[in-house]
């Protein structure tokens, strides 16, 4: 069994700059994979609460959120068209439970749940027992959505392929180990998505990773990108990496992070082409804040 880090505790960052980016992808691969009637399952691998609270005593401490989605909340009135096209999916979910101003900020679990339709299934993991707690309190009586406790590294093969044949899988370890990032996540995540390419190619992935030391993020998205080409036979133009950092990276608090997107379906690299250099500027925290969107150069 692998040593867990439960100790981490995702309020301290909800609506941080790099949820923003996380979100704004996840929700638009949903938007795409609602465009097909046929239901699909949303997999998400260590879920968090589903819901967070930014009047909380976790956010109050580390109001991450204000340099995050906080900014975005006053901006996007005032964003090019296509910026609020892409974000659309996205914030509609998080106007949908502010109509009185920003005070919550939804999970993947809640976008998923909001996003998806009557015959869509979710299945969420959290180790974490009190988190699992407000996570089954944050969604309620829903008969599509199942929540275990359990290593979602060692869940996930279980789950696939989903019986629908169609879906998205997120997976989003801690990565932390109270400010220095555990490289060993980036290992487990390589792990389980070799074991899950395998079981299930077709799938929409989306694997998130902080980005506090470039070479090393280089090196495993490479591999991830050569695994999931030559094992997952992925067209390489299907991999995508999405990177937006808010100054220039180094150790310490967390300057840029990302989401590498396996089989990312149709559009969704063309919405966040439009969105990620906006909101580069826009959560900038000083010199040296960026994006980037690419296929990754596979390992030779
Ligand atoms: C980054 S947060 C998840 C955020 C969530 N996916 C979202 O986007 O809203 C990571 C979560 O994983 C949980 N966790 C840690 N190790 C885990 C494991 N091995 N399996 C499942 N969950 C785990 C933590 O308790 C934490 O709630």
């Not at 204000?66 to 910026?83: L, N």
């Not at 299945?123 to 599509?144: I, T, V, Y």
């Not at 279980?158 to 060993?184: M, N, S, W």
């Not at 991999?239 to 590498?260: M, N, T």
Request: hydrophobic share 40%; with cysteine.
């Amino acid at each position: 069994m692998r040593e867990s880090n439960l100790n981490y505790r995702h309020a301290f960052h909800a609506g941080n700059f790099a949820d923003v980016v996380k979100h704004v992808a996840l929700a638009l691969c949903f938007d795409r994979l609602n465009q097909k009637a046929a239901p699909y399952r949303y997999i998400d691998t260590h879920a968090g609460i589903g819901m967070y609270d930014l009047e909380g005593d976790e956010a109050e401490r580390s109001p991450e959120w204000k340099d995050g989605v906080g900014r975005v909340w006053e901006a996007e009135r005032g964003a090019p068209q296509d910026v609020r096209n892409a974000l659309a999916p996205w914030l509609n979910v998080i106007r949908g439970m502010n109509a009185g101003g920003l005070k919550h900020y939804p999970g993947s679990p809640f976008i998923a749940q909001r996003m998806t339709r009557e015959d869509d299934a979710v299945r969420l993991c959290e180790l974490h027992e009190a988190s699992g707690a407000l996570l089954r309190e944050a969604m309620g009586r829903d008969k599509r959505v199942k929540i275990e406790q359990r290593d979602g590294f060692e869940a996930l093969p279980a789950y696939l392929p989903p019986p629908e044949r169609r879906g998205l899988v997120l997976i989003d370890p801690p990565f932390e180990v109270g400010t220095t990032t555990r490289k060993a996540d980036f290992d487990w995540m390589l792990k389980a998505a070799r074991g899950a390419i395998k079981r299930w190619p077709q799938g929409t992935y989306i694997y998130w990773r902080p980005i506090k030391d470039v070479a090393h993020v280089e090196a495993f998205d490479g591999e991830l990108a050569s695994m999931l080409i030559e094992d997952g036979g992925i067209e390489p133009a299907k991999v995508l990496v999405a990177d937006l950092w808010v100054r220039a990276i180094g150790e310490g608090k967390l300057a840029g992070a990302g989401i590498v997107i396996a089989n990312a379906p149709f559009g969704v690299a063309e919405h966040l082409r439009a969105a990620l250099p906006w909101l580069a500027q826009l959560m900038s925290q000083g010199e040296g804040a960026g994006w980037r969107l690419e296929t990754p150069a596979a390992e030779s």
